[in-house]
């Protein structure tokens, strides 16, 4: 009996307990908090934080592999027709993780975006195309950094493309180039998507003056079905023939935007936007918070790449701005800088941000539709910019 007791004592998870698994469900709830209480982006924290909640408590095993009863020198012909038992089939944490670790979901998240993104303001708006572009250069910056760092080609790519704020194509390229890196990068990415209203506001205030956030634009041209239709087509063509490295990303955008605009398709293009986007957000999240494992996430690289990437996003929302004002030098039709920092790809959570400084200046000022121009821009820039870097280091 006492035995029995002793074996049930020990196989406790309080008693197996370590202090780094003790700092991580820590950092989890401070992010179910951020999530819930201040509602920092809550359909991405939650899940992210509750799966690095489930990782990291003790021998719950929800990211254990599969463990085989045979081993290897025991081959039988079942072993080689690929019908051993095992004795644990694994955690589910595990096979939902091989969803991003293999680069499925990220695209069926781009398929989603796509679905219920309006490319008008950027078609009625076209320079806005070089707000989004220019808000990307905090990519190739921090790439530099990370690589003076002592970071490989590789990693420097995959640390770097934090600064298009856009989580999928971070864990997309990562997967690709740097996979025993996907923790740290793509809690960073998503955690500073999240973090987008505290982070941009000062960023942008500092850049800017008021007479600057109180610029009003003049209202955009009207921007017909047919040229709405022709556009994610036309795109698919153009970035495939010159990237075919983000031929997966943009295609499974422009898809997504084709379902929405033909108006033959609302089923799929409903399907899209709802149920399956919320399926793999949840999936998605839950994978990505469960690599965040005390012994892999708590460690000095980690600590690197997220100073990196709040670097990488600043410096993007910051040459989006200065972008901008560097544009009405010689543009007539003024543009409120402000929208220039909506130009990573945070859809629509950056510009909302600048639509709201913008109002804090003039009440009656509203940027978001314009702003939505170069947010939907950086999507498409922080895809091709990944294509850049998976064909210089893929």
């Known amino acids: 009996m006492i035995e029995v007791i002793n074996n049930f004592i020990s196989s406790m998870g309080i008693v197996n307990i370590s ?35 489930l990782t990291n408590l003790p021998l719950a095993g929800v990211m254990n592999g599969p463990i085989s009863s045979i081993s290897n020198l025991e081959l039988t012909n079942e072993a080689i027709n690929g019908t051993i038992n095992t004795k644990s089939p694994g955690g589910l944490l595990h096979y939902l993780y091989q969803g991003a670790k293999l680069g499925i979901f990220p695209p069926l998240i781009f398929l989603g975006v796509g679905a219920c993104t309006d490319f008008g303001p950027l078609i009625a708006n076209p320079k806005t195309m070089l707000l989004g572009a220019a808000a990307q250069f905090g990519i190739f910056f921090t790439f530099i950094g990370a690589l003076l760092l002592g970071f ?13 704020a856009d989580g999928p194509t971070a864990i997309y390229l990562t997967t690709k180039l740097a996979s025993h890196l996907l923790a740290p990068i793509a809690v960073a990415a998503y955690s500073y998507m999240a973090l987008v209203p505290i982070i941009q506001p000062p960023i942008m205030k500092a850049l800017t003056t008021k007479e600057e956030r109180s610029i009003v634009m003049t209202q955009s041209k009207l921007v017909s079905k047919k040229t709405k239709i022709i556009f994610p087509i036309a795109v698919t063509i153009v970035v495939s023939l010159l990237l075919p490295s983000a031929a997966t990303l943009i295609g499974l955008l422009m898809f997504g935007n084709l379902l929405k605009e033909c108006m033959v398709t609302d089923r799929l ?32 690289q980690t600590i690197k790449i997220f100073v990196l990437g709040i670097i990488a996003f600043s410096i993007g929302t910051g040459s989006g701005v200065l ?20 130009g990573v790809s945070a859809v629509p959570m950056a510009a909302r941000v600048a639509h709201k400084v913008a109002q804090e200046e003039n009440p009656g000022n509203f940027i978001l539709m314009y702003a939505m121009g170069p947010n939907v821009a950086g999507v498409i820039g922080s895809a091709v910019a990944a294509g850049i870097l998976l064909s210089l280091f893929g």
């Open 19 to 53: 202090w780094q698994q003790i700092i991580m469900i820590f950092i989890a709830c401070i992010l179910l908090y951020l999530a819930i209480a201040k509602e920092f982006e809550p359909l991405l924290l939650v899940p992210i934080a509750f799966g690095m909640l």
């Open 269 to 300: 293009s409903d399907t899209a936007s709802n149920a399956l986007m919320n399926m793999i957000t949840i999936f998605l999240g839950l994978a990505v918070g469960a690599s965040a494992e005390a012994e892999i996430f708590l460690s000095m």
């Open 323 to 342: 972008f901008a004002k560097l544009m009405n030098k010689f543009s007539k039709d003024k543009v409120n800088p402000l929208i220039g920092a909506a």
């Open 152 to 164: 490989t080609g590789l990693e420097a790519s995959s640390i770097g493309i934090i600064g298009g």
